[in-house]
């Protein structure tokens, strides 16, 4: 018999999400693309849900995540603040963190 334990991990502030897995992957395709709008296309989800989910994260965030910029002649674009950085970073460390120590408790259970 193989067990498996599934979890998802995610962080609130004042019982709004902060980060989780979904918005974590929004924000490394903004650093991918430039763009919310392409970052969206990217995940498939619509524009106004990436726009909603980001809006969330900065409200969230003790400083801003993310710099938009409108388009125009120039074109707009979205990228992230050397914090919104440091959050990915923390967060996949904290992810991969609570994944290792998942595992070794479910030797617990194999060694039943």
């Given at each position: 018999m193989s067990y498996k334990i599934?979890?998802?991990?995610?962080?609130?502030?004042?019982?709004?999400?902060?980060?989780?897995?979904?918005?974590?992957?929004?924000?490394?395709?903004?650093?991918?693309?430039?763009s919310l709008s392409k970052a969206a296309k990217t995940l498939n989800i619509s524009y106004k849900k990436a726009?909603?989910?980001?809006?969330?994260?900065?409200?969230?965030?003790?400083?801003?995540?993310t710099i938009n910029s409108i388009g125009g002649k120039g074109g707009g674009g979205a990228h992230l603040t050397a914090y919104g950085k440091s959050l990915i970073r923390v967060f996949d460390e904290i992810n991969q963190?609570?994944?290792?120590?998942?595992?070794?408790?479910?030797?617990?259970?194999?060694?039943?």
């Open positions: 599934k979890s998802r991990i995610w962080i609130e502030y004042d019982d709004h999400v902060l980060l989780g897995e979904g918005r974590v992957q929004l924000l490394k395709a903004i650093e991918e693309t430039g726009w909603d989910l980001i809006d969330s994260v900065n409200k969230s965030a003790e400083q801003p995540v963190n609570c994944w290792g120590f998942l595992d070794a408790q479910l030797e617990k259970i194999k060694d039943l």
